[in-house]
């Protein structure tokens, strides 16, 4: 069965701190790993990996791939408050469809 | 240029009714779909569609029907509306089937069946 497993479940930190969130995936095919943010409403874009190795940053986000251990990586530096949210990792199967199957989602609070 | 619109924002309603919950979009973008999101369980695809006239289903499509006759427009239907729909749904879109980029979502419509 597919599967894409977030960790940790729910974070707790203080403003300027460092997190990372975690994402594993099973999958049958795989065409790319796409990280989404979530605050009250629609999921927000944030990095879509497809090479193993290669960081994607933006601002104090980075994410990286690994596709040997079927895993990818969010880091978020000195956190803010405006970072609080749920994070979501899905996996795109490719082909003509494009089917994503999601994790669950690590919900971060950063406090002040 | 409104992006990715969803009505009702919300709605709550009584088992076995019926109702329509509205995707439109105005990017002209040809690849349409339905998820919906469950504490514990992620989004889930409910339906989609690759182009006007053409609609296939997803991972979790019972009770649900869809149709696709404009590119603007995908609409999702409850026929019959079960407490088991409660849940929050989300249309996304992207401008072409098959394309490697993210998909753009709508800001959501919850659902509450009781």
């Known amino acids: 069965e597919d599967k894409v497993v977030q960790s940790p479940l729910s974070l707790v930190v203080h403003e300027g701190d460092t997190v990372t969130l975690n994402c594993s995936y099973e999958v049958t095919n795989f065409r790319s790993l796409l990280w989404y943010k979530q605050e009250k409403k629609a999921p927000t874009f944030l990095f879509m990996l497809?090479?193993?190795?290669i960081e994607k940053k933006s601002g104090r986000l980075s994410s990286i791939l690994d596709k040997k251990e079927l895993f990818s990586i969010l880091n978020i530096t000195a956190t803010q408050t405006g970072d609080s949210a749920i994070y979501l990792c899905a996996v795109d199967y490719g082909g003509a469809t494009n089917k994503l199957i999601f994790g669950t989602g690590t919900l971060l609070a950063v406090q002040p | 240029n409104a992006g990715v619109t969803q009505t009702p924002k919300f709605q709550v309603l009584k088992t076995g009714q019926s109702m329509t919950l509205q995707c439109a979009q105005d990017m002209n973008h040809e690849y349409m779909s339905w998820y919906r999101q469950d504490p514990g369980m992620g989004l889930r695809l409910i339906h989609y569609s690759v182009g006007a006239g053409i609609t296939d289903q997803g991972e979790v499509p019972n009770g649900y029907n869809v149709s696709r006759s404009t590119t603007e427009d995908f609409p999702l239907r409850l026929l019959s509306a079960a407490p088991s729909q409660t849940s929050v749904y989300f249309c996304a879109t992207l401008f072409r089937t098959g394309a490697n980029s993210p998909l753009h979502f709508g800001n959501g419509t919850r659902l509450t069946v009781t």
């Open positions: 497809t090479s193993s190795g």
